[in-house]
């Protein structure tokens, strides 16, 4: 592994561990307002207030404590769904890719009708008849990941299903489980890996999108997305307060993306997601 990705392996590890744990060491409560204390500029700026060295928002509540906390709602969204999507993604790509046939027909065909209508509608459309939560987008972002998944899957078993190796297992008495298990799902495992660690930069980017627009999480549950959304309007005169959230989730992409394009390069994967 290159030494760039090893480098965003660690920052990636370090990054969960702080959203994990910083909020405990903080010690400070993400909702708590003091509005004497309200847009209190970072620790080097004149002005700056002891126990909050990011600053504080409009509401006087520790900017430090809330990015932290928002860092395990953006976070564990993406990580999950993306993890959920290319679970059902290999799964439906293996079903395709050895099936064939009407299987393979359909389950591509469900693929492109997916893709056909646009996320973002289907969304709002979504969580206007059943609310917002960290679940519903982890469903959510789920249905929107697993295509590339599934894709790239079918892509890899139809080309190594005909290999001398499969056939022998085969001719020896194995099953489409064993063959599955033993030879299919290892050989998608490497790409279907790059896949996920590019598929969380994406989706954690969404779930930031969404609850900037208020389709997210919900406040008073901070996420680096609304607590950007809470910025917005203060960008002139409390430019700091979507500068945490921005930095935070333009770090988080970078490592991801960092560590993806290592993973890349090791399994030999190719542009088109092939190994």
Same mark, same amino acid.
Request: proline share 5%; charged share 15%.
């Given at each position: 592994?290159?030494?760039?990705?090893?480098?965003?392996?660690?920052?990636? /590890?370090? &990054?969960? %561990? @702080?959203?994990? *744990?910083?909020?405990?060491? +903080?010690?400070?409560?993400?909702?708590? =307002?003091?509005?004497?204390?309200?847009?209190?500029?970072?620790?080097?700026?004149?002005?700056?207030?002891?126990?909050?060295?990011?600053?504080?928002?409009?509401?006087?509540?520790?900017?430090?404590?809330?990015?932290?906390?928002?860092?395990?709602?953006?976070?564990?969204?993406?990580?999950?769904?993306?993890?959920?999507?290319?679970?059902?993604?290999?799964?439906?790509?293996?079903?395709?890719?050895?099936?064939?046939?009407?299987?393979?027909?359909?389950?591509?065909?469900?693929?492109?009708?997916?893709?056909?209508?646009?996320?973002?509608?289907?969304?709002?459309?979504?969580?206007?008849?059943?609310?917002?939560?960290?679940?519903?987008?982890? /469903?959510? &972002?789920? %249905? @929107?990941?697993? *295509?590339?998944?599934?894709? +790239?899957?079918?892509?890899?078993?139809? =080309?190594?299903?005909?290999?001398?190796?499969?056939?022998?297992?085969?001719?020896?008495?194995?099953?489409?489980?064993?063959?599955?298990?033993?030879?299919?799902?290892?050989?998608?495992?490497?790409?279907?890996?790059?896949?996920?660690?590019?598929?969380?930069?994406?989706?954690?980017?969404?779930?930031?999108?969404?609850?900037?627009?208020?389709?997210?999480?919900?406040?008073?549950?901070?996420?680096?997305?609304?607590?950007?959304?809470?910025?917005?309007?203060?960008?002139?005169?409390?430019?700091?307060?979507?500068?945490?959230?921005?930095?935070?989730?333009?770090?988080?992409?970078?490592?991801?993306?960092?560590?993806?394009?290592?993973?890349?390069?090791?399994?030999?994967?190719?542009?088109?997601?092939?190994?």
């Amino acid at each position: 592994m290159r030494a760039s990705a090893r480098v965003a392996l660690a920052g990636l /590890v370090v &990054l969960v %561990l @702080a959203v994990a *744990v910083g909020p405990l060491l +903080v010690g400070a409560d993400p909702l708590e =307002q003091d509005l004497s204390a309200r847009l209190a500029p970072p620790f080097w700026m004149e002005g700056a207030l002891a126990g909050h060295p990011l600053g504080t928002d409009q509401l006087g509540r520790d900017l430090l404590a809330r990015v932290l906390v928002g860092g395990r709602a953006s976070l564990l969204v993406g990580f999950v769904a993306s993890s959920a999507a290319c679970v059902i993604g290999i799964g439906a790509g293996l079903l395709a890719g050895y099936a064939g046939g009407i299987v393979d027909r359909l389950v591509m065909g469900a693929g492109d009708l997916w893709i056909a209508f646009p996320f973002l509608v289907l969304a709002i459309a979504a969580i206007s008849v059943v609310g917002s939560s960290p679940a519903v987008l982890i /469903v959510l &972002l789920t %249905l @929107a990941g697993w *295509v590339m998944s599934a894709r +790239v899957t079918r892509a890899i078993v139809r =080309q190594i299903k005909g290999e001398d190796y499969v056939a022998a297992s085969v001719g020896f008495g194995g099953g489409r489980a064993h063959v599955l298990g033993r030879h299919l799902l290892p050989a998608v495992a490497g790409a279907n890996l790059v896949i996920w660690t590019f598929m969380v930069g994406s989706l954690v980017l969404i779930e930031g999108g969404l609850s900037f627009l208020g389709l997210g999480v919900r406040p008073p549950t901070p996420s680096w997305g609304n607590i950007l959304s809470d910025g917005r309007e203060l960008m002139e005169s409390a430019w700091w307060i979507p500068l945490w959230p921005g930095l935070a989730l333009t770090v988080t992409v970078l490592l991801v993306n960092l560590l993806g394009e290592g993973l890349r390069r090791v399994f030999d994967v190719r542009e088109d997601g092939r190994a």
